[in-house]
């Protein structure tokens, strides 16, 4: 899908999700959004009030999106660690249930977490997601 095309649908989230940089709980919430920015999986977009806004310093660095306006980048510092362009926010989107969360670059975090299970890939589809237990047998 060319970024022309692109589309975005919102849900609430029905999960607790933390997420981890350096040792820290830079943001733990239970009213994330999940974005679905490309038909794949969803990204997790959580409320500002629920970030550690004090670790996330705004950067100048900007991105932009059609249906989700400009991404205003941060860098996120946790004592001797910085990671720049760590996290956004489309405070002037288009698309007003965005515009006050907040989306983490999935890699530059330490650790993702819905409920007590780490997530270590991208965030969970709620309509596709099956836990191995549920999984048929392997018989190769």
Same mark, same amino acid.
């Given at each position: 899908m060319s970024e022309s095309q692109e589309r975005i649908h919102i849900e609430d989230g029905t999960k607790r999700v933390r997420v &981890? +940089? *350096? *040792? %820290?709980v830079i943001a733990d919430s239970k009213? +994330?959004? /999940?974005?679905? %920015?490309? #038909?794949y999986y969803p990204a @997790? &977009? +959580? #409320?500002?009030? $629920?970030?550690?806004? $004090? /670790?996330l310093t705004p950067? *100048?660095?900007?991105?932009h999106f059609p249906s989700r306006g400009d991404a205003h980048? =941060?860098?996120?510092?946790v004592g001797e660690r910085q990671v720049e362009d760590a996290a956004w926010? @489309? +405070?002037e989107s288009p698309v007003e249930d965005l515009r006050d969360l907040v989306r983490f670059d999935w890699n530059a975090m330490d650790g993702w977490f819905e409920e007590d299970e %780490?997530? =270590?890939?991208? #965030?969970? $589809? #709620? &309509?596709?997601?099956?836990? /191995?237990a549920q999984l048929p047998p392997y018989r190769g």
């Open positions: &981890y +940089l *350096g *040792g %820290e009213r +994330l959004k /999940l974005v679905w %920015e490309f #038909p @997790y &977009y +959580l #409320p500002c009030s $629920d970030v550690r806004m $004090d /670790l950067n *100048g660095h900007t991105q980048k =941060f860098t996120i510092k926010h @489309y +405070l %780490e997530v =270590f890939v991208h #965030p969970h $589809d #709620p &309509y596709t997601h099956r836990h /191995l």
